[in-house]
């Protein structure tokens, strides 16, 4: 039973970069899915949400209207697009199943650096 | 600037008790449960408490958690070596509709 990200790497300011969070072993689809992302040394820091059917979601202040989240329950799959990426968006990005539930799983993590 | 308030470190000797507070608002620990994180360096957070008091399966007893009001509370009772990591609280935020977290508080076993 894993979740695994991919797609972090390095970008150049204003870039876009485009993460998923594949399950395995289990079946995404009946859970809520959070990105969450944690700058180098700083705390863990909330991004995003998707519920099961992808009708809701929610987003922190400081990224709306950059970043979208997605999901394709076929693929056992949510992603997370990121684009007008700016230092600030440097980190290390976690998806997480059911965040605040007992049955709670987290990814190991993808690295997004911003830089030129 | 954290939406929940934590202290950013904490430390006991093996076998103290130690207590991590965790400070919000009505429009989230207030009105939502609190769940609390462990983080070893260099690795994925793991949740170590959930619904204010839950403990998910393989948590020892020794962690507890505890809510009143707008603030909640993370103890471990006897202090473990292997328990030095970051804790961090957590809550959704009604106002905000954000899931925000405190800073961290870093466990230190002296």
């Known amino acids: 039973v894993h979740l695994v990200e991919s797609g972090g790497g390095l970008v150049r300011p204003g870039g876009s970069l485009r993460l998923s969070c594949v399950a395995s072993g289990f079946t995404l689809g009946p859970y809520w899915v959070s990105w969450v992302r944690q700058a180098p040394g700083r705390g863990l820091e909330w991004v995003a949400n998707?519920?099961?059917?992808?009708?809701?979601?929610f987003f922190v202040d400081s990224v709306k209207g950059r970043f979208t989240i997605s999901r394709d329950n076929a693929k056992n799959s949510v992603y997370l697009q990121m684009n007008s990426l700016s230092a600030e968006d440097t980190a290390v990005y976690y998806c997480?199943?059911?965040?605040?539930?007992?049955?709670?799983?987290w990814g190991q993590g993808t690295l997004v650096t911003v830089s030129s | 600037q954290s939406v929940l308030t934590q202290p950013p470190s904490a430390s006991g000797t093996p076998g103290q008790r130690v207590t991590i507070s965790c400070s919000g608002s009505s429009s989230n620990i207030g009105n939502n449960p609190v769940n609390w994180y462990q983080q070893f360096p260099r690795t994925a957070p793991t949740l170590l408490m959930y619904g204010n008091n839950q403990r998910p399966s393989g948590v020892p007893e020794r962690f507890s958690g505890s809510k009143s009001g707008t603030s909640a509370s993370l103890a471990i009772g006897g202090l473990q070596s292997e328990d030095e990591a970051d804790y961090y609280c957590?809550?959704?935020?009604?106002?905000?509709?954000?899931?925000?977290f405190g800073a961290g508080t870093k466990v230190t076993v002296l």
């Open positions: 997480a199943r059911a965040i605040g539930i007992s049955s709670c799983l």
């Open positions: 957590a809550a959704w935020d009604d106002r905000l509709n954000a899931y925000v």
């Open positions: 998707i519920n099961q059917d992808g009708s809701e979601k």
